[in-house]
């Protein structure tokens, strides 16, 4: 009898993006599951993903893979799978990945949270079959400390990038956002989350800062998942930081679950991929999946407002990004702007890909020099 | 009128409905010439290294058509043949792409057909495709739109007998139906899964239906199956139809591994392409379970002829030995029991006897 109640408890996991993990865990939490999640993306993640995968295969699959591999050895039995808009080969992720652990022997059962076919009520019924969670107060607290959460670290992460290349002393402006990230995670309710982030708010202004200095400031674009993660990514945001470069990231994690789970006549301003179809649209006329046409859409936006320069990432062999890594060349020309494409895969080596970022740094630090004394 | 036509990609798969659509409505196709060496390199100096052979192909025919002199062409961007059911995104951006990549005057035109949204259908597509060259009349066009179909119907109801590729759509071009049967006794048997624009481009595929031939193989591909087939090909691989050319991988496959007079599959893939990824790696672990013997060879603008005779040669020895260990297993135990089908079986095994 007790076997029985054991082995239908159901443990929660999911694949590990960055900080989004921190805000989704949040919500089952709330609800009442248990749950295990993978470790945050690293190199065992990616070489366990990459030897049950097909070769060509994009680099988000693999560690998503990966990130199952490592939940279901730590004793998980519900994966979730989240699948947006977008239709490249991300709409095949969760039943690639579902006959493979079935392979190799795991027993579990997927959840798909399939955003094709309903916004903010598909995800909560997924939710709750998922937690086994029946109660509305349960749920609806729970997408309240999910939202706020996200809210919260978008805040602190928008500080960072401000003030990371302003810093007097190097690591002050990490510091900050670590320890606020820290304590975002262990918040229990809204009103917690609010004074965490007010706080660290208060700290960024207190720090020493050079307020003299001359900041280049560069958009970052690209696929979604290598934007999102910084192990994939290599930590761009903060290599550039510490080279004195004040980033953008064009997709933060709160404007987008907004647009996507929310109904259209909710949010006000124009979404990020509104903006994107219209800016693109003398070089991209239809949308062709993945994130192509934001990747050119955010290209034109930055020469629009005087941006020093746009660093384009992607997965190797990502089908919508190799699209718009051939149009980007003429994109650079037509706008007068910098861009560097960077290819991200599991060979990548760092040193080599720090050399490409200072190189494209000195390139529009000069550039900036030149029109200034112009 | 004259428009250009690249003989790539789409023309593989749609180009008899073209020729009887633009035909009826009086306007000329050129087309670009076979696939050659030269294209394939210009085609590749215009986009990233990553972009798949098909795409490169692509924009050598491109080049070779502005080249001829043609300053219309024709490039449309299927995205969806049925609703969320989407093309990948290389195809979907295909206009898109030429147009910045390749920095010529010309005009394309570039109709869009979207199942997906509610007004962008068949017939918005057609409008669309001759709507640059000054036809607006919507009766004229669904009348063109019929003679296409016509050619399309011709050309399927040829290749599913079992006329090869080329030679169906010269038939069906020039309004004739001939069904003629190749009566040659084969020892073996094998089924090409590819997407049509790699198999019949013979630069691609290096002509490998010439080469499985002359290996004494009989090769059947997704064109010589009905489209029943391929549906149910796609249920035996325990999938739904996700990508707009998953019937000629997924479900060809599907079908030919249940086949039983199929002795093994031969898949090719551009290097890079995103859905055969994943439908090859599916294929792969169902030819596993039903015991079908499959090889998986990648093409890219350097695969050497040399090492895709030697793989196809090793392949097709191995179908030999296999299929001939299994007929002796077979005769062997059917001597006590009194086949009927002993004599055939006994012919079938002499003859791949004298093949080993």
């Known amino acids: 009898m007790k076997n029985k109640s054991i082995s239908k408890e159901k443990i929660v996991s999911f694949p590990q993006m960055g900080n989004v993990s921190i805000a989704v865990a949040a919500i089952f939490r709330k609800m009442g599951a248990n749950i295990k999640l993978a470790p945050v993306n690293n190199t065992e993640t990616l070489s366990l993903g990459t030897r049950n995968s097909a070769e060509t295969v994009c680099l988000p699959y693999k560690l998503n893979l990966g990130n199952y591999i490592q939940a279901l050895e730590a004793g998980a039995n519900v994966l979730i799978m989240f699948q947006a808009p977008g239709t490249c080969r991300l709409g095949s992720y969760a039943s690639m990945a579902d006959a493979k652990l079935k392979e190799l022997g ?14 903010l009520f598909e995800v909560a019924r997924k939710f ?62 809204v009103h917690d989350v609010k004074n965490i982030v007010r706080t660290a708010i208060n700290q960024y202004n207190s720090m020493p800062i050079d307020k003299n200095k001359t900041i280049l400031k560069v958009y970052i674009t690209g696929e979604f998942f290598v ?33 996507i789970l929310l109904p259209k006549f909710i949010h006000k301003n124009e979404s ?58 003429h994109v650079s020309r037509q706008e007068n702007i910098p861009v560097l494409s960077l290819i991200m895969d599991e060979q990548t080596g760092k040193a080599g890909f720090i050399t490409r970022l200072e190189a494209f740094v000195d390139l529009i630090n000069r550039r900036k020099r030149a029109k200034i004394s112009a | 009128m004259k428009i250009g036509i690249p003989r790539a990609l789409g023309y593989y798969m749609y180009y008899p409905f073209w020729h009887g659509f633009f035909s009826e409505l009086g306007i000329d196709i050129v087309l670009s010439g076979h696939t050659t060496k030269k294209m394939v390199s210009n085609g590749s100096s215009l986009v990233v290294s990553e972009t798949c052979l098909p795409v490169k192909v692509y924009a050598g025919h491109v080049l070779n058509l502005l080249d001829k002199g043609v300053d219309i062409i024709y490039s449309p961007s299927i995205q969806s043949i049925a609703p969320k059911v989407y093309n990948c995104s290389k195809l979907r951006g295909l206009p898109d792409l030429i147009r910045n990549v390749v920095k010529r005057n010309f005009l394309l035109i570039e109709p869009t ?19 640059p060259l000054g036809i607006t009349d919507k009766k004229r066009i669904k009348q063109a739109s019929k003679a296409g179909w016509k050619c399309m119907n011709d050309y399927l109801l040829m290749t599913r007998a079992g006329v090869d590729a080329k030679t169906a759509m010269k038939n069906a071009i020039n309004g004739k139906i001939e069904i003629v049967k190749d009566e040659t006794n084969y020892a073996i048997s094998a089924a090409v899964i590819s997407h049509p624009y790699n198999l019949y481009d013979e630069q691609v595929s290096m002509k490998v ?37 998953e019937y000629e991988m997924t479900g060809a496959a599907g079908h030919f591994l249940t086949d039983s007079k199929i002795d093994g599959l031969i898949t090719i893939t551009a290097f890079g392409c995103g859905p055969d990824s994943l439908m090859v790696e599916r294929i792969t672990r169902y030819a596993k379970r039903l015991n079908k013997p499959l090889i998986n060879l990648t093409i890219d603008e350097h695969t050497g002829e040399a090492g895709f005779i030697t793989r196809l040669e090793a392949f097709t020895d191995m179908l030999y030995r296999k299929k001939r260990s299994d007929l002796v297993e077979i005769l062997n135990r059917q001597v006590f029991h009194g086949d009927p089908d002993h004599a055939r079986k006994k012919e079938e095994l002499e003859r791949l006897n004298s093949r080993v």
Not at chain 1, 162 to 186: C, H, M, N, V, W
Not at chain 1, 276 to 288: D, E, L, V
């Open chain 1, 128 to 189: 709750k079959h998922a937690t086994g969670c029946n109660s509305l107060s349960k749920t609806l607290a729970g997408i309240r400390i999910g939202f706020a959460k996200f809210d919260a670290l978008d805040t602190i992460e928008r500080n960072l990038f401000y003030f990371r290349p302003r810093e007097i002393e190097s690591g002050t402006a990490e510091k900050i956002y670590l320890s606020a990230k820290r304590s975002i995670d262990q918040a229990e309710s």
């Open chain 1, 272 to 329: 990020h991929r509104e903006r994107a179809i219209k800016s693109a649209s003398s070089y991209m006329t239809r949308a062709i999946g993945g994130d192509c046409i934001e990747s050119i859409g955010d290209t034109v936006a930055a020469s629009r407002k005087n941006i020093d320069g746009v660093i384009h990432i992607g997965p190797f062999n990502c089908n919508p990004e190799v699209v718009s890594q051939c149009i980007l060349p």
């Open chain 1, 227 to 259: 934007l999102l993660d910084p192990f994939t990514n290599m930590d761009i945001e903060k290599e550039l930081g510490l080279m004195g470069v004040e980033v953008e990231r064009q997709v933060m994690l709160s404007g987008w679950t907004n647009n």
């Open chain 2, 209 to 245: 239906f010439d080469k499985l031939k002359k290996l004494g193989v009989k090769s059947y591909s997704a064109e010589n199956i009905t489209q029943e087939n391929m549906e149910n090909g796609i249920k035996t691989l325990n999938t739904n139809l996700y990508w707009a050319n």
């Open chain 1, 106 to 119: 795991y027993d579990f059962e997927m959840v798909v949270f399939d955003m094709y076919k309903g916004k």
């Open chain 2, 113 to 131: 057909l979207d199942k997906s949204e509610p007004r962008q259908g068949l017939y918005e597509y057609l409008y669309e495709s001759v709507l």
